[in-house]
């Protein structure tokens, strides 16, 4: 498929099927997204992937930290808060989700258990967290995001569905502890994929795009 049909046809997938990836699978898709450009080829992902007893385990240690009240402390600069445009398309985006959910606007508690669901994992089978050097900051997050962008579409040629998700880097303690990773990884961000469960609400979330004129000019 080529990757203009990938990215016309895909969308943020947050509900899954119970069905693991084979193993030969994921190699292969781990294995070209490792072909992914980097500034100066330094390479700083550092690609955790969970699944089974790992995922749950991590699954129940975020249910008990924010159960426990805690707040986000990601290790990167995750906090601005969007303005104007941004601002829109933020709102957009998540009246997207939640209509598609069903949620009205005025539901909170349904809006939060929404969120919820990213701590979850969208209940996929695998997820990964995009980690590495704290001190690297945003050279490595540039990187990072390539990588990242890179095996979501890769993923997508497989018929492997998935989700950024901001979320899974906003309480790095837990997945620090359950992965045991040295305390100067960062944990950026992460990603839920699996097979799409396509009679769930969630999955009919579609969003659109500014056009291009507002967003890419041509100098001659
Ligand atoms: C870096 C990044 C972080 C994201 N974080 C989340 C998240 O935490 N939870 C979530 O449900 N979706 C998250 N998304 C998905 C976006 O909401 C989604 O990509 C956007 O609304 C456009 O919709 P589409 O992916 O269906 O085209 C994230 C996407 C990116 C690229």
Redesign the pocket.
Known sequence: MSIAKILQE?????AFLDKPVAEETLNTIFGHAQLAASNCNVQPWQTCVVSGSTKDKLKAKFMETLMSGAAPNPDFNWTPKYQGVHRE?QF???N??YTSLGIPREDKKARQMA?I??WQF?DAPHAVFFTMDKYLDIMGAVDL?IY??SL?LLLNEHGISN??????G?FPDPVREILQLPEERGIL???SFGYADDSADANN???D?ADIDTAVAFYD
């Open positions: 895909r969308s943020s997938t947050r398309r957009g985006s998540a997207a989700l969120m669901r990213n969208f995001g990242a962008q979501g989700c950024m998700q901001g979320a899974l906003q961000f992460g990603m979330t579609r969003t795009r």
